[in-house]
């Protein structure tokens, strides 16, 4: 396993983490979960990943469990603040109260002192910016969190977070969001703003949710066993399930297979070939594709390898900076 320091701070994460949306929970039984994150471990990922809101909070509580009895100070452990998490109208959004109020709540469920880094789960319009930056300061200096970071941030909202976090005495080092071969909307402008800020990516859905595997096959229905298949968690997949855009996936095999890679460590270690990303996220339903995606750590490819990808995937590429995901 590699690692990358996360931003302009001295924190040092597994360049792949392990993250729990859509699994622990609710997509797997908690036998299941608790040996792919044994096989993470194992595998020497440190950094894990995950949300009070994921699976209706359940799946900070699953984590909790499965790392209880590891030594805390070899661990990065991550949650975030912002979607809903009960009926009230303040249990969600980035307000002092609802931020409080989660990271006590995450931290009971986690079963830790400390969050190393939590992360406004999206940008709250609603509440001005600084009372969250003052809320998550407070948390800081209260040794409650030990960094901040953001999830899907648009680059001007990046730029003034950092900066007030700044004139607040904390750092803000890292922004969460979707990056994949298929989706790059964050390189024209958030990665840009980002390293100009300090900020590092922390990216989410490095193989489209499946996509990027290639076991989706153009014309056919997704296999029932994946996550593609899945009545609940499938539908997010939806965009990517294209003819057009599966049919370009295949033509990646050739290329992948003269590397000696999966298909999925190839699209990993495409994203961590961008020098902003610190960590490529990956879940897991069995640990063997645990154990797949972590030979993606340390894998450099070559300049004519990226060009001969974007050649095969043309103009199914999402660039658009303006879909940046919205609250």
């Known amino acids: 396993m ?11 994460i597994s360049e792949i983490a392990y ?42 509580s699953v984590l909790g469990r499965a790392l209880k009895g590891q030594r805390r100070e070899g661990l990065e452990i991550f949650t975030k603040v912002y979607w809903p ?19 006590n709540a995450s931290l009971q469920r986690l079963q830790t002192d400390h969050i190393d880094l939590y992360q406004a789960h999206r940008y709250d319009s609603t509440v001005p910016l600084e009372e969250t930056m ?3 300061a407070d948390l800081v200096r209260a040794g409650k969190v030990l960094y901040v970071g953001v999830s899907e941030w648009r680059a001007e909202e990046i730029t003034a977070g950092a900066a007030l976090a700044r004139e607040l005495g904390i750092q803000l080092i890292s ?9 790059r909307v964050i390189e024209e402008e958030v990665v840009p703003a980002s390293e100009e800020a300090g900020v590092s990516q ?5 193989i489209a949710q499946g996509v990027l595997t290639g076991k989706y096959l153009p014309g056919e229905a997704p296999p029932a066993d ?10 997010s997949m939806k965009p990517f399930l294209t003819d057009d855009i599966l049919t370009r996936v295949q033509q990646l095999k050739p290329i992948a297979g003269d590397l000696g890679l999966s298909m999925a460590q190839l699209a990993i270690a495409w994203v961590l070939q961008n020098r902003n990303v610190a960590a490529a996220i990956v879940g897991a339903s069995r640990p063997e594709q645990v154990h797949d995606n972590v030979q993606a750590a340390g894998v450099t490819l070559p300049a004519e390898v990226l060009a001969r990808i974007d050649e095969v995937l043309g103009d199914v590429v999402e660039r658009d900076a303006g879909k940046t995901a919205r609250g």
């Open 2 to 12: 590699e690692h990358r320091r996360l931003g302009r701070s001295g924190l040092t």
């Open 202 to 206: 922390i990216v989410w859905s490095p």
């Open 134 to 136: 003052t809320a998550f």
């Open 226 to 235: 994946s996550r593609g298949g899945h009545e609940k968690v499938g539908g």
């Open 19 to 60: 993250g729990n949306w859509l699994t622990h929970g609710s997509q797997v039984e908690e036998d299941a979960a608790h040996a792919c994150v044994h096989a993470a471990l194992d595998a020497g990922i440190t950094t894990f990943d995950t949300a009070d809101v994921y699976a209706g909070t359940k799946a900070e």
């Open 175 to 183: 922004n969460q969001p979707q990056y994949s071969m298929l989706w």
């Open 85 to 103: 998490t009960g009926p009230g109208r303040n249990d969600r959004g980035l307000s002092r109260k609802h931020v409080t109020e989660s990271c």
